[in-house]
């Protein structure tokens, strides 16, 4: 059966075509500033170069359409007709306490995923349009939401909730939710399956270091503590967010600059690039940190600090650790992020062969053999999560 995933942003659209005999992705590309100027399709059929469509893309329906035109076309498409399409499984960000695991989208679901906008407001709008788009044009097609939160959703009550007045939890649902959830699910799994062990027996914290960041404690398959929250500027400094700070510093920005440029300078003014003043990419900070920038430095010593104290609080959280997992672009690309996090936690069985660290976006064990932890790359796969769960979904399995 071919399984179509989608992602929506806002004003982007990321898809990936797959045969699920194989796992094989058969085509994937990106439609680019929906209803901005420029507005582009880069396509790519496995084994053929990249063709780019430029035309005006004024929303997801218009999207969804040039991308099913780009799946059908003779020279560069992969299926000669949409009947080919057994099901289409989307990335939806926030579920809130709805839904603990993937599920068919019906009717009853969209009202309830229409429910968690205020939760999601940038996302989940995104979400929900490209939804719809495929319903227009794919109205026979079953669709299935995988959910970024879902995974989280095991987290004990005493990790989740937050210590402020109960009717805030009860009334609007403020709480940590927890995001990534598909990524730290993906690693998690694979890690053991390269272990060879049971997850069910396994420590795990896995490290999802990309543009967004976030750590998560996994016990026995379940996810016990994640490091995002509410929403995910909480936890980790990241690209432009800037990750766990005193609440009071919130509301002494907003009370000078307004509570929506508050908002907007720690979801996208902070992190790598509020502490650099120059990137939120990672690369332009090592660069910049080998070239002697200060700031550069103290960005990356602060996200460094800040992965190595939650891995030792979710080493404490679960009682011990067995694995220790590195994912996405930062943790799957920077040798020297992994060895840097890694330095100072020899105490809790951590190592790090320099020679093995020595390598990108490839799976591989990183400690030396026989080392308490076993600590690993594992490059993430979301689409792949969310192919089979599709698939594990409308198969009624
Ligand atoms: P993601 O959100 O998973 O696509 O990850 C994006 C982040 O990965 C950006 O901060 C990039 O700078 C970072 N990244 C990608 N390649 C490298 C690399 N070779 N070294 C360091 N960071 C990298």
Redesign the pocket.
């Known amino acids: 059966m071919k399984i179509l995933v989608i992602n929506c942003g806002s004003s982007s659209l990321k898809y990936q075509l797959f045969d699920m005999a194989d796992e094989s992705v058969l085509a994937k590309g990106l439609v680019e500033r929906i209803g901005i100027d420029g507005s582009r399709l880069k396509h790519t059929r496995t084994g053929q170069e990249a063709v780019l469509v430029e035309q005006p893309i004024p929303d997801h329906k218009v999207a969804v359409s040039l991308v099913l035109k780009a799946l059908l076309d003779k020279q560069h498409g992969a299926i000669k007709s949409l009947d080919e399409l057994g099901a289409v499984g989307h990335r939806v960000v926030h579920a809130g306490e709805k839904f603990s695991c993937s599920v068919r989208l019906d009717d009853a679901v969209m009202a309830a995923l229409k429910e968690c906008i205020p939760l999601a407001p940038l996302h989940n709008p995104a979400n929900i349009i490209g939804i719809e788009a495929i319903s227009a044009s794919l109205p026979n097609v079953p669709q299935v939401g995988v959910f970024d939160t879902a995974f989280h959703q095991t987290m004990p009550d005493y990790a989740y909730m937050y210590a402020v007045p109960y009717g805030y939890y009860k009334d609007a649902k403020v709480r940590r939710y927890g995001f990534h959830g598909t990524s730290h699910l993906f690693v998690s799994h694979r890690a053991a399956e390269i272990l060879g062990k049971p997850i069910q027996d396994l420590k795990i914290v896995t490290c999802h270091l990309?543009?967004?960041s976030s750590v998560t404690a996994v016990k026995n398959g379940k996810s016990v503590d994640t490091s995002m929250g509410f929403t995910p500027v909480a936890g980790l400094v990241m690209?432009t967010r800037c990750g766990d700070v005193d609440p009071s510093v919130v509301t002494y920005i907003a009370a000078k600059e307004g509570a929506e440029k508050a908002d907007k300078i720690l979801n996208k003014e902070s992190g790598l690039q509020g502490i650099s003043g120059k990137s939120?990419?990672?690369?332009d900070i090592?660069e910049g940190m080998k070239a002697g920038d200060a700031r550069c430095t103290l960005a990356y010593n602060m996200l460094c600090y800040g992965i190595r104290k939650y891995i030792g609080a979710y080493a404490a959280a679960m009682g011990g650790i067995d694995v220790l997992v590195f994912t996405?672009?930062?943790g799957e690309?920077?040798p020297e992020?992994r060895a840097s996090v890694a330095e100072g936690l020899e105490f809790l069985g951590i190592k790090v062969d320099a020679a093995k660290n020595d390598f990108?976006g490839k799976e591989r064990i990183i400690s030396p053999e026989g080392a308490p932890v076993t600590v690993m790359v594992v490059p993430t796969n979301e689409e792949l999560v969310i192919a089979r769960d599709t698939l594990r979904i409308i198969s009624g399995r």
């Open positions: 990309g543009n967004g690209g939120s990419d990672m690369r090592e996405a672009g930062i690309n920077s992020v990108r």
